[in-house]
């Protein structure tokens, strides 16, 4: 059972997160960001309502009344995603509203769909393949059973298939080999066979990069991670692997596990202090954006500063070119990479490189798809909503192809596109476009 | 009475479903808020319609059980106008966010009110087109929030404020029925209601969907930022540069205060040892920008500017932006709570309010932080308290009434863009006099007699306690205020006379009204009183405005001979509904018009006429091949069309071009027939050169200029004006017809048999001379309120007037 009263989870933070309170202006500026109140029209569901609600709780005596259920829904359902803070020009902090969240719901409500037990070790690669690979049957079952607009048919519905096909649906996939990605673009861009399928390395590289894919990109997308470092490689690093590490924290941490995600932290900081000793790491590399905040969140013991992939990729100056991808592409930011990183220029930059490549940008660009990673899993129905507005968007730009660069994301989107009810454009991890541009660039140099 | 009440909650549920309506005590503590900081009462409920009609019947099940409605776009309004007055139902536009095709013959779409304002640009620009009104709030602001407050932004200086790009509205009243103020055209001749509810502040009627007219995007935009080691040097540029015959797009000033905040939110890397920095913009074709922002730049390092840089690329200019929108959010960083003031003065006041606002920040030991629209003489001081410290919040509001009382007697308004909501209720009787008090509150029980629409908002306060402003005295003769670029005049000054007076000052009243001889369409006898009352407008109409868009002021007579004042010399301006949009086109049915202020523009420093004789005639070849670049809007294809055509409409064609003191063109003034040279009346005295071009050098010209305005001179024509939605075609040209237009407005043709044509409406305002008596109320108007007002103004029915009007009893 959780605490119904504020004051014991406040901590004595009482003061603290007063002040911090206190920026807000109530301007309102940061509700066309956020991605609840965008599917909601609900304003308690906004920042500034959750923020007002905040004040309303540290304005409640210690042996006040319990947090009435409107109040702990309006804070528990907020995502986490930093699109409000980015926005604020007031610098209201986004560990205001972790507080918030933590205050209304310490350990959250039960998640609908999954068992806590599974929750709790959505961090380790191995359970993660496993759910890939149960998801994958899944799909091939309700597709058996209810025809290849399985998902369609299930959108908004509520028993239990309609949930396992929710739950199914946007685990992340990607295609697994180099062969079907290939085959794949090649058919949308009309594109004849590459002669060969492979991204050759730079022969002499300038850079040695620490490494760290993330769990889910372990378990779920080993060979679109893989070739994340191929394009590395092809654009002149040496990636530097150590092992073991682990997962990043932040799972943990947003689970309340403190202690575990610090444990985590600790174990990374280990397996990289003796690679972090050899000469010129410039960089310690990260690819999931939720993984790069958690890890920049280590401080100043990280052995290398920490940069996300595509940022990386797109400070890479002298690459090869990359060969022509004549598509319209829609791009989805990923909230930790945008509003967490302020990753924004960078994998337009890259996008823009491709030659005949369209770069189209969707509207409410800056609210978060709603995956959440966990938080999907709370909120399952709210989570399913976001996900078909943010498809909506998506499709609404008429693009060829859509593409994002986190596994959460790449999932949620793709269930979203799904679920609408007209035919939708194909989802693909934007390393993976990447590789592919970056592959028929080197073909045809090569021929 | 609880049952009562869950019977009605219980109904309101039934209507709109579990998720439309909110009724714990998270929604009644949110939406008890906005970003006033104001509180008042607690809302009975939270209403969430999610189509326009359910918003009218929430509406008629408020009324029917007595219960008052408060309506809610973002709360992003700054004087309590959202905050509910106690047991009201909060009404939340949130989920009528829909927009309609956008029309882009006739430039313009249909909104529901919970669009948010910067929705409508992403939507019109694959069209070229936006909406211009850009508060800066406006990434979160709503069209019903902006159309309730008629909110302005930084470029309105040149676009004017929300209320000059409405073309119609629906609405409800508070029985829930449902108006709509006509067809969406651009001008429209009559009581405008559309005018009067733009503004009101949901006190009157509830905005349910508009049709808002669009802008072309500019070509180029310049945007400079100058620093300036003195605050008083940086105001009065201001007025220097209008005189200088630059008329930038939007001029804003920062002060030290603000810089510092800004830079401590954005790092910009503003300079934090001058008083003031500026922002200046300009826009236009690319050669008119530039030579605009070279003439800027010289005034402003005239002026005091210790530097001026534009801004390097696209990207710069929106951090520029983005920096000044984001100006009062990042006060939260410095203060708690502010005191968020918009008094509006005259030009030429703008640096002595700047000094005394300096006074009383020493006066009252506050701290004011100042970002301000300086090109309209709207200033924005912040006045920063901590509500928990005792006493801060009065000397704070002590200091802010200061500063309006001072604007006041500088001839200024309480507000130009936040409204009066709850916050200056109190204020509003320093600057209205009794009997406008009187009319506005005869306007209220119009509309809403049983006073369910938003109470407590908008109107002065009433009682026997409170002291209303005096009638400032009336202007006997003709006064020019060449700093705030405004004319006074008595009403029956003939608009020549004006004319002529303002020329001499390099400025002109871009009315197409002008010509003392009777010009191609122009009558010599018109008085400016009549221009207003009526509306009269001439062939350069189009490229310009209408003096619905520039009356600023005016002293009138109500029918029962009580006389009044409205409005102020200042560019903009909500305090109290929008009496002038009601008097503009009434026709005098109302009040009798004694004084009018108008708002003057630079005139322009030259008008070169090139006119050449049609095709066949030996030089010209042939069709031209050349289309003007980049133009949007119906008019070039229509008179492009027509020289394709091998048109000879009126034995010639001929443009007459605008070019700023430097020669640049800006702007095509009239295009037009005949082969004397069609010069505009009114156009300035300086040097006028007529000269004969070929078609090519003609489409040259116009591709210079990428968005020209239309132009006929013909004796006698009739006006016909497209209706946005009604799917529009352009008109074929032919030879009986010639079309002159500007971008998606009105559209004038010879007054050969008029064509009837699927999306156009004739307009006969002004047939060789006078204008039309008003015209009948378009359908969907309520008569009940027209005649209200009728009787508000004119009880005893002196001033006569249609017969619809008039007609006894309520219809
Ligand atoms: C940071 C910031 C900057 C701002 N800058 C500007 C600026 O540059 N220029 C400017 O003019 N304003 C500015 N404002 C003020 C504010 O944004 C405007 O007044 C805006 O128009 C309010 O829109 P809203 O949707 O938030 O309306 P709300 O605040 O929700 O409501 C405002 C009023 O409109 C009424 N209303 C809302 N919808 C309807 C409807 N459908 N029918 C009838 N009445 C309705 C409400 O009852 C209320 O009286 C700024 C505010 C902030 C916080
Ligand atoms: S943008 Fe910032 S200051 Fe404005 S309401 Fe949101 S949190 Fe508060
Ligand atoms: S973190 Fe995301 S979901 Fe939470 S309030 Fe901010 S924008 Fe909304």
Same mark, same amino acid.
């Given at each position: 059972m959780r605490d119904p009263r504020p004051d014991t989870r406040l901590d004595g933070r009482r003061d603290e997160l007063d002040a911090l309170l206190r920026r807000c202006v109530?301007?309102?500026?940061?509700?066309?960001?956020?991605?609840?109140?965008?599917?909601?029209?609900?304003?308690?569901?906004?920042?500034?309502?959750?923020?007002?609600?905040?004040?309303?709780?540290?304005?409640?005596?210690?042996?006040?009344p319990a947090i009435d259920p409107t109040v702990s829904r309006a804070l528990a359902t907020c995502i986490g995603c930093q699109a409000c803070t980015a926005a604020c020009p007031s610098g209201v902090p986004a560990s205001l509203l972790e507080d918030a969240v933590r205050l209304a719901a310490p350990s959250g409500p039960a998640p609908a769909a999954v068992p806590g037990v599974l929750l709790g070790r959505l961090d380790e690669p191995a359970v993660l393949a496993a759910i890939g690979t149960l998801a994958a049957v899944g799909r091939g079952a309700l597709r058996a059973l209810l025809g290849p607009r399985w998902r369609g048919r299930l959108a908004g519905r509520r028993h239990v298939i309609a949930t396992i096909g929710r739950l199914v649906g946007s685990v992340p996939r990607a295609p697994r080999s180099d062969r079907e990605l290939a085959r794949c673009l090649d058919r949308l861009c009309g594109h004849g066979e590459a002669p060969t399928c492979a991204l050759p390395a730079a022969a002499a590289p300038r850079e040695r990069v620490l490494w760290f894919a993330g769990c889910a990109a372990d378990g779920l997308l080993p060979e679109s991670s893989r070739r994340l470092r191929d394009l590395a490689r092809w654009a002149g690093a040496e990636v530097v692997q150590p092992a073991g590490t682990a997962c990043c924290g932040a799972l943990a941490a947003h689970g309340d596990q403190p202690r575990r995600a610090e444990e985590l932290r600790e174990r990374n900081l280990a397996a990289w202090g003796g690679a972090g000793d050899e000469d010129g790491v410039t960089a310690l590399v990260t690819?999931?954006?939720?993984?790069?905040?958690?890890?920049?969140?280590?401080?100043?013991?990280?052995?290398?500063?920490?940069?996300?992939?595509?940022?990386?990729?797109?400070?890479?100056?002298?690459?090869?070119p990359f060969g022509a991808v004549p598509l319209k592409v829609a791009l989805h930011d990923p909230c930790h990479a945008r509003h967490g990183q302020g990753i924004v220029a960078e994998p337009r930059a890259l996008l823009r490189a491709?030659?005949?490549?369209?770069?189209?940008?969707?509207?409410?660009?800056?609210?978060?798809?709603?995956?959440?990673?966990a938080w999907g899993l709370r909120h399952p129905g709210l989570s399913a909503e976001l996900g078909e507005r943010k498809a909506r968007h998506l499709a609404a730009t008429g693009a060829d192809l859509v593409v994002t660069a986190n596994p959460g994301c790449l999932g949620q989107i793709a269930d979203g596109l799904a679920s609408l009810p007209h035919p939708t454009p194909p989802v693909l991890p934007l390393g993976d476009l990447l590789w592919y541009a970056a592959m028929r660039g080197a073909g045809d140099s090569r021929t | 009475m609880p049952e009562a009440r869950d019977r009605l909650v219980a109904e309101f549920r039934r209507l709109l @479903?579990?998720?439309?309506?909110?009724?714990?005590?998270?929604?009644?503590?949110?939406?008890?808020?906005?970003?006033?900081?104001?509180?008042?009462?607690?809302?009975?409920?939270?209403?969430?319609?999610?189509?326009?009609? /359910?918003?009218? #019947?929430?509406?008629?099940?408020?009324?029917?059980?007595?219960? +008052?409605?408060?309506?809610?776009?973002?709360?992003? @309004?700054?004087?309590?106008?959202?905050?509910?007055?106690?047991?009201?139902?909060?009404?939340? +536009?949130? #989920?009528?966010?829909?927009?309609?095709?956008?029309?882009?013959?006739?430039?313009?779409?249909?909104?529901? !009110?919970?669009?948010?304002?910067?929705?409508?640009? #992403?939507?019109?620009? !694959?069209? @070229?087109?936006?909406?211009?009104p850009d508060p800066s709030s406006q990434a979160a602001s709503t069209l019903g929030g902006n159309i309730a407050e008629n909110a302005g932004g930084p470029h309105c200086l040149s676009h004017g404020v929300t209320s000059h790009h409405l073309r119609s509205l629906d609405w409800c009243d508070a029985e829930g029925r449902p108006w709509s103020t006509g067809e969406p055209v651009a001008v429209a001749r009559g009581l405008d209601l559309r005018g009067l509810l733009c503004g009101s502040e949901g006190t009157l009627g509830i905005v349910t969907g508009a049709w808002l007219q669009l802008t072309p995007e500019p070509a180029a935009v310049r945007t400079l930022l100058a620093e300036f080691p003195a605050l008083e040097a940086a105001t009065a540029a201001v007025p220097r540069l209008l005189q200088a015959g630059v008329l930038p797009v939007a001029v804003e000033i920062i002060d030290q205060a603000m810089i510092a905040t800004v830079e401590q939110a954005f790092a910009f890397g503003l300079p934090l040892d001058v008083e003031a920095v500026m922002i200046a913009e300009l826009a236009g074709p690319a050669a008119t920008a530039d030579a605009g922002a070279r003439a800027t730049t010289d005034v402003l390092l005239g002026a005091g500017a210790r530097a001026v840089r534009a801004a390097a690329d696209a990207a710069e200019r929106l951090a520029l932006w983005q920096c000044r929108k984001r100006a009062f959010g990042a006060v939260g960083r410095l203060s708690p709570n502010y005191v968020s003031m918009d008094v509006v003065v005259p030009l030429g006041q703008l640096s002595g309010l700047v000094r005394e606002i300096q006074e009383v920040r020493a006066r009252f030991d506050v701290k004011i932080a100042t970002a301000f629209h300086a090109g309209d003489g709207n200033l924005h001081p912040a006045v920063h308290y901590d509500e928990r410290r005792a006493g801060d919040r009065e000397r704070a509001h002590a200091a802010a009434d200061a500063i309006i009382k001072a604007a006041l007697r500088r001839g200024g308004s309480v507000t130009g863009e936040h409204g009066v909501g709850l916050e200056k209720v109190h204020a509003l009787p320093w600057q209205v006099d009794a009997v406008s008090a009187s009319l506005l509150r005869g306007i209220k029980d119009v509309f809403d007699p049983a006073g369910r629409l938003n109470p407590g908002k908008a109107l002065p306060a009433a009682g026997p306690a409170v002291r209303y402003a005096a009638i400032p005295s009336r202007p006997t003769s003709l006064r020019v205020d060449v700093d705030s670029l405004a004319v006074t005049a008595p009403a029956g000054t003939p608009v020549a006379d004006l004319q002529e007076a303002?020329?001499?000052?390099?400025?002109?009243?871009?009315?197409?009204?002008?010509?003392?001889? !009777?010009?191609?369409?122009? /009558?010599?006898?018109?008085?400016?009183?009549?221009?207003?009352?009526?509306?009269?407008?001439?062939?350069?109409?189009?490229?310009?405005?209408?003096?619905?868009?520039?009356?600023?002021?005016?002293?009138?007579?109500?029918? =029962?001979?009580?006389?009044?004042?409205?409005?102020?010399?200042?560019?903009?301006?909500?305090?109290?509904? =929008?009496?002038?949009?009601?008097?503009?086109?009434?026709g005098g049915t109302l009040a009798t018009l004694r004084a009018v202020t108008l708002q003057l523009r630079p005139a322009p420093a030259g008008c070169w006429g090139w006119s050449w004789t049609a095709p066949g005639d030996g030089d010209a070849g042939g069709a031209p091949a050349v289309a003007p670049a980049g133009h949007s809007g119906p008019g070039g294809s229509?008179?492009?069309?027509?020289?394709?055509?091998?048109?000879?409409?009126?034995?010639?064609?001929?443009?007459?071009?605008?070019?700023?003191?430097?020669?640049? !063109?800006?702007?095509?003034?009239?295009?037009?027939?005949?082969?004397?040279?069609?010069?505009?009346?009114?156009?300035?005295?300086a040097v006028v050169e007529a000269r004969r071009a070929n078609v090519g050098e003609a489409a040259a010209?116009?591709?210079?200029?990428?968005?020209?305005?239309?132009?006929?001179?013909?004796? /006698?024509?009739?006006?016909?004006?497209?209706?946005?939605?009604?799917? +529009?075609?352009?008109?074929?040209?032919?030879?009986?017809?010639?079309?002159?237009?500007?971008?998606? #407005?009105?559209?004038?043709?010879?007054?050969?048999?008029?064509?009837?044509?699927?999306?156009?409406?004739? =307009?006969?305002?002004?047939?060789?001379?006078?204008g039309a008596p008003l015209p009948p109320p378009p359908p969907g108007s309520p008569l009940h309120v027209l005649r209200g007002l009728k009787r508000t103004f004119d009880p005893e029915g002196k001033l006569g007037g249609p017969g619809w009007l008039t007609g006894g009893g309520d219809a």
């Open positions: 109530q301007c309102g500026l940061c509700l066309p960001v956020c991605a609840t109140w965008l599917a909601t029209g609900d304003e308690t569901m906004s920042p500034r309502g959750r923020l007002l609600l905040l004040g309303d709780l540290l304005a409640q005596p210690a042996d006040g690819e999931a954006a939720g993984c790069g905040v958690a890890i920049r969140g280590y401080g100043e013991r990280l052995p290398a500063p920490q940069v996300d992939a595509i940022a990386w990729l797109a400070r890479a100056g002298d690459r090869p491709v030659p005949g490549l369209v770069l189209l940008e969707p509207g409410e660009a800056d609210a978060c798809c709603g995956s959440g990673g | @479903g579990p998720s439309g309506l909110l009724t714990g005590p998270a929604a009644l503590s949110v939406y008890a808020r906005d970003a006033s900081h104001l509180q008042w009462g607690t809302p009975l409920a939270v209403a969430l319609p999610a189509s326009e009609e /359910d918003l009218a #019947r929430v509406v008629a099940l408020c009324a029917a059980a007595g219960v +008052t409605v408060v309506m809610r776009g973002a709360g992003t @309004g700054l004087s309590g106008g959202a905050v509910p007055p106690p047991g009201a139902l909060a009404v939340s +536009t949130a #989920r009528l966010a829909g927009l309609g095709p956008v029309d882009a013959v006739v430039g313009a779409v249909r909104a529901q !009110p919970g669009v948010l304002n910067a929705a409508v640009s #992403r939507h019109a620009a !694959p069209h @070229g087109l936006h909406f211009a303002v020329l001499a000052h390099g400025l002109w009243l871009p009315l197409g009204l002008a010509g003392r001889e !009777p010009a191609p369409g122009l /009558d010599g006898g018109g008085t400016i009183g009549e221009a207003v009352a009526r509306l009269l407008e001439g062939p350069m109409l189009l490229a310009r405005a209408t003096a619905r868009d520039l009356l600023l002021e005016a002293w009138a007579e109500a029918g =029962d001979g009580r006389a009044f004042h409205a409005g102020a010399a200042v560019a903009k301006n909500v305090a109290g509904y =929008d009496l002038l949009r009601l008097l503009c086109g009434s229509v008179w492009l069309a027509a020289l394709a055509a091998g048109c000879d409409p009126l034995a010639g064609l001929q443009v007459v071009i605008e070019r700023s003191p430097a020669g640049v !063109p800006t702007r095509v003034l009239a295009l037009g027939g005949g082969t004397q040279p069609l010069l505009p009346a009114g156009s300035g005295g010209l116009l591709s210079e200029l990428e968005a020209p305005g239309w132009c006929l001179g013909s004796a /006698d024509w009739t006006a016909w004006q497209p209706v946005a939605g009604a799917g +529009t075609a352009l008109l074929p040209p032919g030879p009986d017809r010639f079309l002159w237009q500007h971008g998606p #407005r009105v559209v004038w043709l010879p007054g050969c048999a008029p064509v009837a044509a699927e999306g156009w409406r004739a =307009d006969i305002a002004w047939r060789n001379g006078h």
